[in-house]
């Protein structure tokens, strides 16, 4: 069974930081793209940074050069380091798991992130 756990929401104050986490358990994780998606109350999920098997990286222009994007093939474990937070990235982030051989795709619970002073 594929599971996915986030961890390191909270609430911070603009400018702030937060460290996201998932773990990951069940899946063949050196073989598959990994990436962090947010969805705020009444909007669409939308993409924030995805990292491939390789540790090749990409973002959405709204956090390139705020967020980071890392894993950690040996724990299972991708990382969301968010710097220089804003009101407008709260939202509920989610890992998703995308295995490239078979093509299967999962999702975590999600994790709530608030930006507010």
């Known amino acids: 069974q594929v599971q996915l756990v986030e961890s390191g929401g909270g609430l911070v104050q603009p400018g702030g930081s937060l460290r996201l986490s998932c773990a990951a358990s069940?899946?063949?994780?050196?073989?598959?793209?990994m990436g962090w998606y947010r969805q705020a109350p009444g909007k669409q999920r939308e993409l924030v940074a995805i990292?491939?098997?390789?540790?090749?990286?990409n973002y959405s222009d709204s956090v390139k050069g705020r967020f980071t994007i890392s894993r950690d093939n040996a724990a299972n474990t991708i990382y969301l380091q968010m710097n220089s937070l804003k009101p407008e990235d709260t939202a509920n982030y989610y890992c998703?798991?995308?295995?490239?051989?078979?093509?299967?795709?999962?999702w975590g619970q999600g994790t709530q992130v608030t930006v507010s002073s």
């Open positions: 069940g899946i063949s994780f050196r073989s598959s793209h």
């Open positions: 998703n798991a995308y295995h490239i051989w078979d093509r299967s795709n999962y």
């Open positions: 990292i491939t098997s390789g540790g090749t990286t």
